[in-house]
């Protein structure tokens, strides 16, 4: 017996209709990659779209085929997004700041038709253009005053290019299940992979983040994502912000902490989300000139893990930090950090500690965490194991690779170590690929690298695993130092003596002129394990 | 092209499943039918459902099958929705205020097999068991303790009947679209219809419920919900409290002012829900004995307009009102009354004003307003049309009812008149079958109604629309007076003067001894045009 409600299949361009019809009428304001302030608002930005979605069916682009866009936070690029997906074409977001051959990679992999682009990354196209045969045509997200010239193929301004479009168009429906967007990513090994949002994987995202505990907008509230568009389905924002009829405002090409508070301040936003290192400059900013935030209310902050000291600068000020993690096959919110009715009133240490977790999942995302043979584990807080999730916002496969990405319960391997506690706290401990293996029981590389970073002499750090013939594994702690400086290895494993598990304590230091990084700034432990590769422990060779 | 996302269908018991893993040992806090406070949590809560669920199977229950409650708020009552549910038996929900004929009528209708009753309500059943012979079995949601002689067919105490299961049973798995719940709506004519939720649509349904400017709720919020479980799906909140772990205060049988007073103050309620008569209640009974409630922040009203006053007194105590419409067809949420940041600081009457409203929609509810032919009317806060509205958890069909009752754009009409503003903000302005046609212009007969009832003599009002020969129809106003009052058609057509528009001035005013009204207290104008049918105005004979 099937329920009796109506078939009302969720599509992305229902939340721009809904946003123009309801909220029609709410900003959107950008810092314009041109320059100045630029200010929409919802109706504005759906009867664009729609001519951005005229204007791709007059180049042929049909359903399922893939359209690029390489761009900063704006109000075009958010039409693009609603033009593309609208009528069914798969709007494929690229990071600029991978290397060039990782973007013309993925470009060929994704076969895409054509490219939507902001003028600062026009030299970087330029650059690889030859080698993109899929590409028909470059759309430049300027107008014909600012278009520079260029050597890419079939170049037009997108204000020229919307032009020709009347807006007498309509959305096109589909199944829910259909292919929205796409998003590549770059891992420390191997080629890029390829995840595909459906439309309903990010309608439902959508309600997710909007759910109170969740990002913590709401029609009232001022939203600045200064989470790229590009960067992991921008965090679910450009589809959950229009969903609720929150206010935007898209911060362009300028992340830097004063152009980050100038507009903070004077659009009086309530709500942001970005990650670690913008809050860092933004903070340093801020106590450099002595300024405040009067109406900031929440900070997401997600990507990698905030410093304590940073959790701490923001709460001090009255802003609520909610920790988050995700990651791209997840939409990305896997868990967000507010505060359950327990914990709220928690002061001092105590209260750091809880927001320094990475918090509890919401509803749809599933976890559990397991040890390598799949045995699920407690939730107790202290035993790590691999975290596994399940929801309809995470992948189940990856573009055009045909292996099982999934558990025989359907849960996805994130890739990450972790421990939960019992009301659902999660805590990554480490990266599944990195954690040290030592007689049988796991030390995390990462607990390590922030306690030896502390050090005042210490730039950066990293741990890998080295092999051990009685432990299997032990740790060596990998230093880059501040200039000018030296240290010996009583004097760093002095320091960290006493503040981790006797067991934990690495058996050897090791200093290096440069740790090596991936684009994204990840540190490449895969380069450090090859580099260390013939190391012999002093423990091991006794 | 299809998204690569995971296949995971919205099914009711993943909510029970993730309150329990996450926010197990989140309260649920009952006055029970018996008395007695009772505590519980969600992971408890699951672990008899599942219970139920096992129990429910070994009676022969299978997918699609109906299974009837009869039950105040209790932790039991929540246990059962999850216990039908999860395994594809559908959960219908009876109103025990209902006539009894009309309890037996869809019974009947329903062919329910299995009968789930509070205490309270055997009597009512024991009067027309004899008329139900789908039901195969009573289940007296109580202890063995408690358990009233009673003549109902096998029934049997719910905690002995649960005692027989060890609970080692798992949820069925079926698609989405199975029907989880029924609701039937008793309407002023014909047979009452039964609405059919699905599962996807409670899913969906309890995002809806916990986005930011819907009920309010997040997990650090204690909610009670007043509105019953028997009353138009629960206003969702069976399904969005423990998605989003908020924590329960259920009221059970005791719903007088002094008793919620209680619940809210002892309970620290911070977010509440239910109908205007309640809140009166409430209020009437904390002005008397000087009473306040510091820790409620939101207070949800719907199933009717809420009075100026009541608002107002409400948001002088800082709580933040939220005047909510919806129907059991929409499962029922249709628009929230929560302050959009354009109105958040508004002031004395203009606040007011706005709050009265019945607010704007949430993405998922899509509305529109049309004249008698289906021509979409502008949104402009003045020119009322039929309501009509379309989503996924809105009624396609009716149970057993051929009828199409969408129009040929697939919204439904809600029967209810309405205007819209440009911000979206949603006004009821009548009934559509109540709405007077004077001329081709609309008068709504709710606002004379409104109006009449402010007079210092009059007890309640209701003004019918009565044939006109130039016209069309014309205004009667119906008054009855408070007791050994009597008062002249001049004196309350004076009163009214200058307070409304000169042609909505009713063209009669008739005195009766009493109004008629339904099981559930609506005015059954019916029965007023039945009785007022050979009614000559005195401006039609002249």
Redesign the interface.
């Known amino acids: ?8 299949p ?1 599509l992305c361009h ?2 721009i ?2 946003a123009a ?5 709410r900003e959107v304001v950008t810092r314009s990659v041109e320059g100045p302030i630029h200010r929409t608002n919802y109706a504005d930005i759906r009867r664009r779209a729609l001519k951005v979605a005229q204007r791709l069916d007059r180049e042929g682009i049909k ?2 085929d893939r359209v690029a866009t390489i761009a900063w936070n704006t109000w075009r690029h958010l039409e693009t997004w609603y033009g593309i997906m609208g009528i069914g074409a ?1 709007c494929h977001t690229v990071n600029p700041r991978l290397f060039p051959d990782q973007i013309a990679w993925i470009i060929n992999h994704a076969q895409d038709r054509i490219v939507m682009i902001d003028i600062t990354f026009i030299s970087i196209l330029e650059k690889i253009a030859g080698k993109l045969p899929s590409v028909e045509r470059y759309i430049v997200l300027t107008d014909s005053a600012h278009m520079p010239p260029t050597t890419l193929k079939n170049a037009i301004a997108y204000e020229d290019w919307i032009a020709e479009a009347d807006g007498d168009f309509a959305w096109t429906m589909f ?1 829910e ?4 967007a796409m998003c590549y990513t770059s891992g420390t090994t191997g080629d890029p992979k390829g ?7 990010n309608v ?1 995202h ?3 983040a ?4 969740a990002l ?7 939203l600045l994502p200064v989470v790229p568009l590009f960067h992991a389905n921008s965090w679910g924002i450009a589809f959950s912000a229009p ?3 929150t ?1 935007l405002v898209m911060p362009g090409a300028r992340l830097d902490g004063a152009s980050v508070y100038e507009l903070l301040s004077t659009e009086k936003v309530t709500v942001t989300a970005g990650v670690p290192t913008v809050w860092l400059m933004l903070l340093q900013h801020m106590e450099k000139n002595n300024l405040k935030l009067p109406d900031l209310k929440v900070l997401n902050c997600g990507g990698s893990a905030m410093p304590r000291s940073t959790i701490k600068a923001f709460d001090d000020m009255g802003v609520e930090v909610r920790h988050a993690w995700g990651m791209t096959e997840m ?1 990305p919110l896997g868990t967000v950090g ?4 327990e914990f ?1 009133h928690l002061q001092g240490d105590a209260r750091l500690d809880r927001l320094q977790m990475q918090g ?2 919401p ?2 995302v ?1 976890m559990k965490i397991t040890d390598d043979a799949g045995k699920e584990l407690p939730w107790d807080g202290k035993t790590p194991g691999r975290l596994k999730v ?10 055009r690779i045909k292996d099982d990405i ?1 558990d025989a319960q ?1 849960f ?1 391997d994130t890739g990450d170590v972790a421990t939960i506690d ?3 706290y999660m805590r990554i401990t480490d990266r599944s690929k990195d954690v040290i293996k030592s007689g049988g029981e796991w030390i995390s590389s990462i607990d390590l690298e922030n306690l030896a970073v502390g050090h005042p002499k210490v730039a950066e750090a990293a741990v890998i695993g080295v092999p051990h013939p009685k432990w299997g594994e032990r740790p060596l702690l990998i230093l880059q130092l501040r200039e000018a400086e030296s240290v010996t290895r009583e004097e760093i494993l002095g320091f960290m003596d006493g503040k981790i598990a006797g067991w934990w304590m690495p058996d050897d230091v090791a200093i290096v002129d440069s740790i090596p990084h991936t684009a994204t700034g990840k540190i490449l432990k895969t380069a450090l394990r090859e580099q260390f590769k013939d190391y012999k422990l002093p423990s091991a060779a006794a």
């Open positions: 017996m099937h329920g009796l409600m109506q078939d009302w969720l229902r939340i209709d809904h019809k309801v909220h029609g009428k359903l399922g798969v199944d299940n259909t292919a929205a995840v595909v949002y459906s439309h309903r994987s439902l959508a309600m997710i909007n759910s109170g505990d913590g907008a709401a029609s009232k509230d001022t969903a609720m009829g206010r939409s507010a505060l359950q009715g709220s509890f999942a509803f749809m599933e399940r929801g309809p916002a995470i992948s189940g496969a990856y573009y999934l359907g996805f019992d009301q659902g």
